[in-house]
């Protein structure tokens, strides 16, 4: 069992910056590949951005890409998302997930866990 808690959402002005956090319970962290998907109202829920267990792979979204940056530090069970040259389209819940799927990490079916989400706001 794995438990999620985000935090670092707020608002912010287009072209700021953010650093969400993503806090896991368990001793089975370092096992997991992690993602941070997120759902604008309306909308469907997308895929952001993922890391591996160990994180030596990345992948992103073609829209966050060169602004938005993961990464894990296993030692404090958590995984990070820096978010740079934020736009108003950015607005949304943010969620990080934990899965043992990772070859499909663009697919948010394969995450056995979520976190409860944090709002990120971009005002224009």
């Known amino acids: 069992q794995v438990q999620l808690v985000e935090s670092g959402g707020g608002l912010v002005q287009a072209g700021g910056s953010l650093r969400l956090s993503c806090a896991a319970s368990?001793?089975?962290?370092?096992?997991?590949?992690m993602g941070w998907f997120r759902q604008a109202p309306g909308k469907e829920r997308e895929f952001v951005a993922a890391i591996s267990w160990s994180g030596g792979s990345t992948d992103y979204v073609d829209s966050v890409k060169g602004r938005f940056t993961i990464s894990r530090d296993n030692t404090k069970n958590t995984v990070y998302l820096q978010m740079n040259s934020l736009k108003p389209e950015d607005t949304a819940v943010y969620y990080c997930s934990a899965t043992r799927r990772y070859s499909s990490y663009y697919n948010a079916e394969v995450y056995d866990y979520w976190g409860q989400g944090t709002q990120v706001t971009v005002s224009s």
């Open positions: 368990g001793r089975t962290f370092r096992s997991y590949g």
